[in-house]
C-alpha cells in the first residue's frame, strides 16, 4: 500500500498523522480569566510590624494619616491587580483590625 503524502498546505497539528484524512484540532474551553486571589495582608507580619513601629514615631494625627495613607494604598494595589471587589474589601478591613483602625471603617 503506498503513503499518503501529506498535503503541506494543511497545519500540523498535534494529532498530525499521514492516514490521508484531514487532521482535525480541538481547541481547549476558554474559562476566561482566572479568579485573583490575595495573599492575607494580616499574614504578613513583617509588613504590619513595620506599619506599627512607622506609626510610634509620629504624633496622633501624623500617625491616623500615615495609617488611613497606608491602607489607601494597598486598597489601589488590590484595585490595579484585578482583586474581586468583595475580596479586596475583606482584605482592606483585614489590614485595618490589623492597625487598629477597625473603628475607622464605619465612619
Given amino acids: 500500500m503506498p503513503a499518503v503524502a ?4 494543511l497545519p500540523r497539528t498535534r494529532w ?3 492516514s490521508g484524512a484531514v487532521p482535525t484540532k480541538v481547541e481547549p474551553p476558554r474559562a476566561g480569566p482566572a479568579t485573583i486571589i490575595p495573599f492575607p495582608v494580616v499574614r504578613r507580619r513583617d509588613f504590619i510590624a513595620r506599619a506599627a513601629n512607622t506609626h510610634e514615631r509620629y504624633n496622633s494625627k501624623g500617625a491616623k494619616n500615615y495609617l488611613t495613607h497606608l491602607i489607601e494604598r494597598h486598597a489601589d494595589r488590590l484595585a ?8 479586596a474589601d ?3 478591613l483585614s489590614l485595618r483590625v490589623a492597625v487598629g483602625m477597625a473603628d475607622e471603617a464605619t465612619s
Wanted: glycine residues 6%; hydrophobic residues 35%; negative net charge.
Fill in 16 to 18: 498530525h498523522h499521514d
Fill in 6 to 9: 501529506h498535503d503541506q498546505s
Fill in 80 to 87: 490595579r491587580l484585578g482583586v474581586a471587589p468583595d475580596l
Fill in 90 to 92: 475583606a482584605d482592606v
